[in-house]
């Protein structure tokens, strides 16, 4: 499994650019754009080189690390999968290509698409000396506008960024993104009812038109889940000393919730359950709340069946099993 912290180059990069920076400066701009993007906007809000910078030091280990924990659970399903051309819809920083990068030795042919030219310039900087990365194509422009008249790729990501158009927009591009789609599709949203419901509801559209469900969901059926329940996982990351001082925090690690769902071309075979929320281990037995091919159910393992038992204490959120 690829680990959900940023690599060494893409840090040594991000460093390269912290020289000269006002600390206090890029946190109060990371502040007013986290603000705006939890009201609802878009990107618009950053324009600057400083802007796209505090977005990057705020965002990018979060982002980088939820994108690798989907890619991380596509592997576990399809441990052949090895894409040789990638499409990153709304790229921001660039951040999807970085992990894909990271996640697929097999990756040559990198073409990311934004709307923001300062995040398109950072990108650019700070894959300038990547030897993976180096010669990517960067396009500036609308997402489905651009997407409908792309190549296709073996791999297609849209990381955090549907929820930044209106609906029907978004069934436009969700089926622009499919269309281009060679092999596999991944998209991410932020792990709240409203980034879920966003999810559901392209998961829904794409099967409609031939799409299969490689992760989480275990099957190609409607989400068993009622709300006020949704479905989302949390991935765990490290928090560098730029990373805190932007964020104002104090904690050395961040939980990133999140929702996805891994779109394929071809059916899957066998598909394991997923566990849906931490398992509670107790003194007589372990219960898991669990996404299986028949629904959601609620494991209980034994402490006498020893072997369950034991294999049971492994399990965590989000893992298949």
């Known amino acids: 499994m690829t680990s959900p912290d940023l690599p060494a180059e893409l ?25 705006t993007y939890r009201d609802g906007g ?13 977005y990057a030091l705020a965002r990018m280990p979060a982002t980088y690390a939820a994108v690798v924990a989907s890619l991380n659970a596509l592997t576990e399903m399809r441990p052949d999968f090895a894409p040789k051309s990638l499409l990153d819809v709304g790229a921001g920083p660039g951040t999807a290509s970085w992990a894909a990068a990271e996640v697929f030795p097999s990756l040559r042919d990198f073409t990311l698409l934004d709307a923001n030219d300062a995040l398109r310039t950072l990108a650019l900087d700070l894959t300038r000396k990547s030897g993976r990365l180096r010669g990517l194509t960067y396009e500036l422009g609308q997402a489905r506008v651009f997407v409908a008249h792309a190549d296709s790729a073996d791999l ?77 996982f949390s991935q ?13 925090a104090d904690a050395p690690f961040e939980d990133e919730r999140f929702a996805y769902v891994v779109l394929t071309r071809a059916p899957m075979t066998a598909r394991p359950s997923r566990v849906l929320a931490q398992p509670d281990v107790g003194k007589v037995e372990i219960s898991a709340k669990l996404c299986t091919p028949d629904g959601v159910a609620i494991a209980r393992v034994p402490r006498r069946a020893k072997a369950d038992y034991a294999r049971a204490r492994r399990w965590r959120w989000g893992d298949a099993v």
């Open 11 to 35: 840090k040594a990069a991000l460093n390269a650019r912290l020289e000269g920076l006002s600390r206090n400066d890029a946190a109060s701009r990371a502040s007013v754009i986290s603000q």
């Open 42 to 54: 878009g990107s618009g809000t950053i324009k600057t080189e400083t802007d796209a910078l505090a």
């Open 236 to 248: 765990r990351l490290q928090r560098s000393r730029a990373h805190k001082q932007i964020k104002g």
């Open 156 to 232: 297609v990501v849209a990381s955090y960024m549907i929820g930044e158009i209106g609906d029907a927009e978004r069934a436009a591009l969700a089926d622009a993104m499919w269309d281009r789609t060679n092999d596999t599709l991944l998209v991410i949203e932020p792990g709240t009812p409203a980034g879920y419901a966003r999810i559901i509801s392209l998961r829904a559209r794409l099967i409609a038109a031939g799409a299969h469900v490689a992760a989480p969901c275990p099957h190609d059926g409607a989400c068993p889940l009622v709300a006020p329940d949704w479905c989302h």
